[in-house]
């Protein structure tokens, strides 16, 4: 994956088995944030709605995690082997960061 082809930092997930099988965890999450708005409206029990808040956050944090494996097995590979590994490094940390907030 050549990074002068992607100018805006667009990089693609290949389509896949793993892209199907995060595109239908997507699905479900949407499905799970629909379920909140629906407690909510209908004034379901706060730890309830707090228990399927943290299962949504865990989801989202599971495609993160498939997500940032791909990126290092593939763009940030890539990065190094064309010697651009600050560019990789800083990527990487900046991701590191925004997960520690």
């Known amino acids: 994956m050549d990074i002068d082809q992607y100018p805006h930092r667009v990089y693609t997930f290949p389509m896949n088995p793993s892209k ?3 595109v239908q965890r997507l699905k479900i999450i949407e499905g799970q944030v629909r379920g909140l708005q629906d407690m909510i409206d209908k004034g379901a029990y706060c730890i309830d709605v707090i228990t399927q808040t943290s299962a949504v956050k865990q989801a989202l944090s599971g495609i993160e995690d498939v997500m940032m494996e791909n990126h290092l097995n593939t763009c ?3 990065q190094i082997k064309k010697g651009n590994s600050k560019k990789a490094t800083e990527e990487i940390l900046k991701v590191y960061r925004l997960k520690r907030k």
Do not use: G, I, R, V
């Open 76 to 78: 940030a590979a890539d």
């Open 20 to 22: 199907q099988k995060l």
